[in-house]
Nanobody
């Protein structure tokens, strides 16, 4: 009943920008942290950016270009992507460490993914 839904993906030219959004919904007690991962065809899924307890971390490949932000009131996380490169092409997945209402344990939840394609 807990769901993550991403939006904002699309096709952009190199150097362009996109803003991804992810909204968590359902029976949520609390969210410890949220993150963005990506997976290109034939490659492993990798952590792009995460935010936990006000601390943000980025993959070296996106530092200075991507910014993760979280709206706690709306249970959303965004990823502003600037200066996009062809190598950024991937399916981007939202991840959140969520404690469902009625449960004591936190569980990682994943969104369905949104495609980002950077090509001229």
């Amino acid at each position: 009943q807990v769901q993550l839904v991403e939006s904002g993906g699309g096709l952009v030219q190199p150097g362009g920008s996109l803003k991804l959004s992810c909204a968590a919904s359902g029976s949520i007690f609390s969210i410890a942290g949220m993150a963005w991962y990506r997976q290109a065809p034939g490659k492993q899924r990798e952590l792009v950016a995460q935010t936990y307890g006000g601390i943000t971390n980025y993959a070296d490949s996106v530092k200075g270009r991507f910014t993760i932000s979280r709206d706690n009131a709306k249970n959303t996380v965004n990823l502003q992507m600037n200066g996009l490169k062809p190598e950024d092409t991937a399916v981007y997945y939202c991840n959140a460490n969520i404690r469902p209402r009625g449960f004591e344990a936190f569980t990682n939840y994943w969104g369905q993914g949104t495609q980002v394609t950077v090509s001229s």
